[in-house]
Nanobody, 122 residues
Framework: VELVESGGGSVQTGGSLRLSCAAS????????LAWYRQTPGKERELVAT???????TYGQSVEGRFTMSSDSREYKVYLQMNSLKPEDTAVYYC?????????????????WGQGTQVTVSS
């Protein structure tokens, strides 16, 4: 599975961005999807994940502000980010895995995109 993110950019505090992730290849195998983010010197942080059952879970720092959605017909995953804060500045990655049991942490995801930069200025 190949993943390509888009939609990153620079916004001011309080602004919004919508990230997209396009999947190709063996997309019928995808069972778990996620968005992660990373800043220099830190580990990847879970932003949102969709389990094989379709349940979406958000990281505590983004809950209520970010919304993850997917379009299985077009094999795309979206992350709508509202009320952005400077601490949301990071490279955002899309991740996917074939496991029907779900994925416990970032290291277990089998496919990653190249990342897209999001910068929020104060």
């Amino acid at each position: 599975v190949e993943l390509v993110e888009s939609g990153g950019g620079s916004v001011q505090t309080g602004g919004s961005l919508r990230l997209s992730c396009a999947a190709s290849g063996e997309t019928w195998c995808i069972r778990t999807l996620a968005w992660y983010r990373q800043t220099p010197g830190k580990e990847r942080e879970l932003v949102a994940t969709q389990s094989p059952s379709g349940t979406i879970t958000y990281g505590q720092s983004v809950e209520g502000r970010f919304t993850m959605s997917s379009d299985s017909r077009e094999y795309k995953v979206y992350l709508q980010m509202n009320s952005l804060k400077p601490e949301d500045t990071a490279v955002y990655y899309c991740a996917a895995d074939r496991s029907k049991y779900g994925v416990g942490n970032a290291a277990d995801f089998g496919s990653w995109g190249q990342g897209t930069q999001v910068t929020v200025s104060s």
